[in-house]
Structures are given as C-alpha cells and as structure tokens.
C-alpha cells in the first residue's frame, strides 16, 4: 500500500485486519522513498522481506540476533530476495557521553523503553531471581522515566548496570572501543545500518559519533 501511495496512486484497501480509503502520498514529486518496515518478529519479517526494501529491529541484543536475522534470511530466500539489496537497520540507544555517570543514569531512566523492558530483552542479561526482580518492579522503571530520573528504585543498581550494559551503549569515551565491538558483531551478523538513537544534548552526542565513534568504525 505505501509503495504504491508514493507512486502516485490513490490506493483503496479492504484487508481483513487493516483497511484504507482514498490513502495517497501528495508529498512525493521525485523518486520513491526507502521503504522500511518495523518488525522483529517471524510474521513481521515475513512481511518485510516480500515488501519493503529493508527492515528496522527495535533495540535488538547480541542474545536474540541468531534467531532474527534467522526469519530475516529464511524470508529473503522464501520470496527469491537477494540480500546485498534488502537493508536491515537496528534502532539502538546511544547514551555515550563526557561524564561516564550521566551517560549511566540517562540510560537507566531510558531502560523501560528498551523493548519495553519485556522478558525476551532482560532475561539474558540476569539471574532468574534478578529477572524476577526486574518483573515485579516494572512500574519502579516506568516512574524513573516519567520522572526523568536515573533512580530505579527497589531494583538493585548491581541489576540496573547489567540491563544498561547488554541493552543499550552508554559510558564515556574510554567505552566507546568495547561498544564498536558490538557494532562489529551485528555488521558480521547481517546488520547493514544502526539508527543510533540520540537523548539528552543530542549535539554533543553528534560531535562523538563523528569525531570519535565514525573513525573507529573505519
């Protein structure tokens, strides 16, 4: 539908799930956009690799990358897709900054939206009785990031250091080597772009990825 909205047409949908009337795009007058579909799950990534010309993961973690660039290699052969021409971008959270603790306590009051801290994103990261910590204080992280504040409270910060480590890049610049590791490690996987996702003074979060994370990466 949205490719053939941004073709031109005016597209009518009558789906069991989804439906669209008069749906069109005024706003394209040169060449077609990218088209990325959000999706990390089988049904999802199906879909992306019939249709779209690339896919976007939502924080995905070293632990799960076997599985999904898995669905992502089956659906590419399944629908006769090649893979140099599908892109695959993982949306990341970048909390690197100058002062090492409010890189860590702007990542901690950030983790609830980390896959909205669901089992699949924190369990490999912990213990069992950690990962029980963690279920039952849900609405500790929600408060911490409604709040905007870096204290996660009744969660140990032992606990917190593991989640702000395995699901997003934060630390000052000394941390910046180990993270492009990681970045290394999805690019041998298959991942072919990462959105880095900026917070707080997102011009001098620019200033180091340009300055100091791009040439490491060279």
């Given at each position: 539908?949205?490719?053939?909205?941004?073709?031109?047409?005016?597209?009518k949908?009558?789906?069991?799930?989804?439906k669209?009337?008069?749906?069109?795009s005024?706003?394209?007058?040169g060449?077609p956009?990218?088209?990325?579909?959000?999706?990390?799950?089988?049904?999802?990534?199906?879909m992306?690799?019939?249709?779209?010309?690339?896919?976007?993961?939502?924080?995905?973690?070293?632990?799960?990358l076997?599985?999904?660039?898995?669905?992502?290699?089956?659906?590419?052969?399944?629908?006769?897709?090649?893979?140099?021409?599908?892109?695959?971008?993982?949306f990341?959270?970048?909390?690197?900054?100058?002062?090492?603790?409010?890189?860590f306590?702007?990542?901690?009051?950030?983790?609830?939206?980390?896959?909205?801290?669901?089992?699949?994103?924190y369990?490999p990261f912990?213990?069992?009785?950690?990962?029980?910590?963690?279920?039952?204080?849900?609405?500790?992280f929600?408060?911490?990031?409604?709040?905007?504040s870096?204290?996660?409270?009744?969660?140990?910060?032992?606990?917190?250091?593991?989640?702000?480590?395995?699901?997003?890049?934060?630390?000052?610049?000394?941390?910046?080597?180990?993270?492009?590791?990681?970045?290394?490690?999805f690019?041998?996987?298959?991942?072919?772009?990462?959105?880095?996702?900026?917070?707080d003074d997102?011009?001098?979060?620019i200033?180091?990825?340009?300055?100091e994370?791009?040439?490491?990466?060279?």
């Amino acid at each position: 539908m949205v490719k053939r909205a941004v073709a031109g047409e005016v597209v009518k949908w009558d789906g069991e799930v989804y439906k669209a009337r008069y749906f069109q795009s005024t706003w394209v007058t040169g060449t077609p956009p990218i088209i990325y579909a959000g999706a990390n799950g089988p049904k999802m990534i199906d879909m992306a690799t019939r249709f779209a010309d690339g896919t976007m993961f939502s924080d995905m973690i070293l632990p799960m990358l076997p599985r999904t660039m898995g669905y992502v290699r089956e659906g590419l052969a399944k629908h006769g897709r090649e893979a140099r021409d599908f892109r695959v971008n993982n949306f990341c959270a970048f909390h690197v900054k100058d002062d090492r603790e409010v890189s860590f306590s702007e990542a901690r009051r950030e983790l609830i939206i980390r896959g909205w801290l669901e089992a699949p994103w924190y369990e490999p990261f912990l213990t069992p009785e950690e990962a029980a910590i963690v279920g039952a204080n849900k609405h500790a992280f929600l408060t911490a990031f409604r709040t905007r504040s870096g204290d996660i409270k009744g969660v140990p910060p032992e606990i917190c250091a593991k989640l702000v480590e395995g699901l997003s890049l934060a630390g000052d610049l000394h941390d910046l080597d180990r993270h492009v590791e990681r970045l290394r490690t999805f690019a041998a996987a298959g991942i072919t772009e990462n959105a880095l996702r900026l917070h707080d003074d997102p011009v001098r979060a620019i200033h180091i990825i340009g300055k100091e994370l791009l040439p490491r990466l060279r």
